[in-house]
């Protein structure tokens, strides 16, 4: 089973940055993309940015295209999310997820960690 743990969430300012870790066990890391969702208080879980296995190739939800970006270190068998110039909208729960390809319909996975709380104050 997969084991998924998100951290590096916290309280910012608006304007400031954040990097996410996700840590990932439980399957060959290195042959899975990694993606990211977000999840404020009464709204959808909404897809942000995946990486493939190679990291050679990155999607990115319109609304955070230019400030986040990701990266992964399959020795690591970790995958990040570097967050720039935050703003209050994008407070909510972060969650790191695998599979093998990139979907943006959160439906198509099946385990979630805890994730990790961004809260971005004005």
């Known amino acids: 089973q997969v084991q998924l743990v998100e951290s590096g969430g916290g309280l910012v300012q608006a304007g400031g940055s954040l990097r996410l870790s996700c840590a990932a066990s439980?399957?060959?890391?290195?042959?899975?993309?990694m993606v990211w969702f977000r999840q404020a208080p009464g709204k959808e879980r909404e897809f942000v940015a995946g990486?493939?296995?190679?990291?050679?190739?990155?999607l990115f939800a319109d609304s955070v295209k230019g400030r986040f970006t990701s990266s992964r270190d399959n020795a690591k068998n970790t995958v990040y999310l570097q967050m720039n110039s935050l703003k209050p909208e994008d407070t909510a729960v972060y969650y790191c997820?695998?599979?093998?390809?990139?979907?943006?319909?959160?439906?198509?996975?099946?385990?979630w960690g805890q994730g990790t709380q961004v809260t971005v104050s004005s």
């Open positions: 997820n695998t599979a093998r390809s990139i979907y943006s319909d959160p439906t198509r996975y099946d385990y």
């Open positions: 439980g399957r060959t890391f290195r042959s899975y993309s």
């Open positions: 990486i493939i296995w190679s990291g050679n190739n990155r």
